[in-house]
């Protein structure tokens, strides 16, 4: 694995020097599964595709530390929803819409019938064309959503896979959760920091050289370390605020404009904004849905 902050500039460049417009449809559409090495088999033997998409939902942590996955009742269908935490810079646009093109791409190679969602949702803006992504997905594009997500009905999700396969499905699910639990533990490194990190939050947005010395280590060593396990401090700043402003969230004896601070934010306006980009919904509709579970 690679920091993301390094592919986003690997985009960006690749973007200054061409019409990066159909790009990211590009690059998800030429994913293969036996590119995902088990997953990509477990993928293959799920009975259904909605089976499939379980499976990534369950064991995206195998092969990415900046995504996760869920899977969302709609009154429509499911949503196939990505959380990816950081600045939406072109880089990052660029990304989740080649996960989103990657997501179908795979799922045409297991369903015996053409597949199309009813709808793909994506936070930022439109480009300057849509074409090649309508041509690609097959359905309307609604940019400016509140997540990044395909919207499945349930006939789609209900379908066949071509490769369906119980016996194969049991063998590759124990591998695959028995490398789940291998990595279920995050490495002491990464939990210390977000640890540090969280503590440091109340001052501000922490800067990574403080973090580093109150661990012990160099910026520099600092930053090789977390770049061994794919992450960069931005990244792991980013997910750390989520992490605890969810937890505080949970707990109605903070106010909203007490976990604003806590998280970093100078004001409750910067707090909600970032939030909304995280989860895709407010702080404040957040609780209310944690609180009538």
């Known amino acids: ?51 499939s998409f379980q499976r990534v939902e369950r064991y995206a942590r195998l092969w990415t530390s900046v995504v996760e996955y869920e899977l969302r009742p709609d009154p429509r269908g499911t949503l196939f929803i990505l959380h990816r935490s950081g600045e939406r810079r072109l880089g990052l646009r660029l990304s989740n819409e080649a996960t989103l093109a990657s997501a179908l791409s795979i799922a045409r190679q297991v369903c015996p019938v053409p597949v199309a969602p009813l709808e793909v949702l994506v936070q930022h803006p439109a480009p300057k064309s849509t074409a090649s992504h309508a041509d690609y997905f097959g359905c309307h594009i609604r940019f400016g959503a509140n997540v990044d997500a395909l919207l499945f009905s349930p006939e789609t999700l209900a379908q066949p ?20 639990a291998e990595i279920s533990e995050e490495a002491p490194l990464v939990a210390r920091a977000k640890d540090t990190i969280a503590q440091a939050l109340s001052e501000g947005t922490p800067r990574m050289a403080d973090i580093a010395r109150a661990l012990g280590l160099s910026a520099r ?15 792991l700043t980013e997910d750390t605020r989520r992490d605890l402003a969810e937890g505080l969230l949970s707990d109605e004896n903070h106010s909203l404009a007490e976990i604003a601070f806590l998280t970093g934010f100078s004001e409750q306006s910067s707090f909600t904004r970032a939030f909304k980009r995280w989860v895709g919904t407010t702080p404040a509709s957040y609780r209310k849905d944690r609180m009538s579970r």
């Open 1 to 51: 694995m690679i920091p993301a902050d390094p592919y986003y500039d690997m985009l960006e460049r690749i973007a200054a020097q061409i019409d990066a417009t159909d790009l990211s449809v590009r690059v998800g559409a030429s994913m293969r599964l036996n590119e995902y090495g088990a997953l990509g088999l477990a993928f293959k033997a799920a009975t259904t595709l909605g089976g």
């Open 221 to 235: 060593s600092f930053h090789r370390r977390l770049s061994e396990h794919g992450m960069s401090f931005q990244t």
């Open 161 to 180: 896979n071509i490769l369906g396969d119980e016996g194969i499905s049991r063998y590759l699910i124990s591998h695959l959760d028995a490398e789940l």
